[in-house]
T-cell receptor, first 113, second 111 residues
Framework: NAGVMQNPRHLVRRRGQEARLRCSPM?????VYWYRQLPEEGLKFMVY????????ESGMPKERFSAEFPKEGPSILRIQQVVRGDSAAYFC???????????FGSGTQLSVL | TQLLEQSPQFLSIQEGENLTVYCNSS?????LQWYRQEPGEGPVLLVT?????EVKKLKRLTFQFGDARKDSSLHITAAQTGDTGLYLC???????????FGQGTRLTINP
């Protein structure tokens, strides 16, 4: 059973471009969380999705950021018109049910030039 | 404002010494978790504490949940160089389904 897969591992974008980060949950996991981490800091919650539904997006910036978890395929975190301040490591975590253990992917390191 | 405050943020000690890392909050949590994160990787769960006053041991690591379920500690006995890493506490605030993290403790064990 493969773990949580995130791709790409590294993504370089120029200011103004779009970044699309993908997260494939473990088999049977329908709950997906996205977190952002700056160097030497903890993880900041962004959004929680449960198959096709956004449950909590209280940590997501109101503009330029969006997330989806379609019925088929990976969860996508999309950042439009990236700025240098978007540079960070983005992690997704998934679990089977609400009280289940959370498993993290290895993250996508986004660098905005 | 940080919901979970970890201290210290940085700790560098010699191999063989003992250490304690703290995770404090003014809020009550239904459970608290401790993670360890290696460079370039996602956090890996070490333990979950659920009951106030609970103590859990994982080899040389001892985890405690405060009686009021507002704080937790991680104690490492006879630290080894392999214990080096970023230690994060995380908790689910009551009524919320998301996990919030402390800012982490960067632990360095010197040979």
């Amino acid at each position: 059973n493969a773990g949580v897969m995130q791709n790409p591992r590294h993504l370089v974008r120029r200011r103004g471009q779009e970044a699309r980060l993908r997260c494939s949950p473990m088999k049977g996991h329908s709950h997906v969380y996205w977190y952002r981490q700056l160097p030497e800091e903890g993880l900041k919650f962004m959004v929680y999705l449960q198959k096709e539904n956004i449950i909590d997006e209280s940590g997501m910036p109101k503009e330029r950021f969006s997330a989806e978890f379609p019925k088929e395929g990976p969860s996508i975190l999309r950042i439009q018109q990236v700025v240098r301040g978007d540079s960070a490591a983005y992690f997704c975590a998934t679990r089977r049910g609400e009280a289940e253990k959370l498993f993290f992917g290895s993250g996508t390191q986004l660098s905005v030039l | 404002t940080q919901l979970l405050e970890q201290s210290p943020q940085f700790l560098s000690i010699q191999e063989g010494e003992n250490l304690t890392v703290y995770c404090n909050s003014s809020s009550v949590f239904s459970s608290l978790q401790w993670y360890r994160q290696e460079p370039g990787e996602g956090p890996v769960l070490l333990v979950t504490v659920v009951t106030g006053g609970e103590v859990k041991k994982l080899k040389r690591l001892t985890f405690q949940f405060g009686d009021a379920r507002k704080d937790s500690s991680l104690h490492i006995t006879a630290a080894q160089t392999g214990d080096t890493g970023l230690y994060l506490c995380a908790g689910a605030p009551q009524g919320a389904q998301k996990l919030v993290f402390g800012q982490g403790t960067r632990l360095t064990i010197n040979p």
